[in-house]
């Protein structure tokens, strides 16, 4: 059973920060990529950050770049969004997603998705 547990959302101060983790198990994990997504009210989901299998290559927003860090746990199985210097503007429901090969920065091209966080910045 292919599951992706995300963690760690809540609500935070303008300028702070939170870890977000995504817990996967049920996939192969070799040569996939994973990812962030986020969707505000009433907006599309958006790109944040995906990652490699190595963790080699990472792509992100121009939105979060130089505030947001997205890394691979060892076992490859978890992935990290560590986000720092958050603004209002991040605020959305944080969604992780999983492909089995190649890293992309498009929603349709992830198969298997979480159920999603919830990121709150108040100004």
């Known amino acids: 059973q292919v599951q992706l547990v995300e963690s760690g959302g809540g609500l935070v101060q303008a300028g702070g920060s939170l870890r977000l983790s995504c817990a996967a198990s049920?996939?192969?994990?070799?040569?996939?990529?994973m990812a962030w997504f986020r969707q505000a009210p009433g907006k599309e989901h958006e790109f944040v950050a995906a990652i490699s299998w190595t963790g080699s290559n990472k792509y992100y927003a121009d939105s979060v770049k130089g505030r947001f860090t997205i890394y691979r746990g060892n076992a490859k199985s978890t992935v990290y969004l560590q986000m720092n210097s958050l603004k209002p503007e991040d605020t959305a429901v944080y969604y992780c997603?999983?492909?089995?090969?190649?890293?992309?920065?498009?929603?349709?091209?992830?198969?298997?998705w979480g159920q999603g966080t919830q990121v709150t910045v108040s100004s």
């Open positions: 997603a999983w492909r089995g090969f190649g890293i992309k920065t498009v929603k349709s091209e992830y198969s298997w």
């Open positions: 049920g996939l192969t994990f070799s040569n996939d990529a």
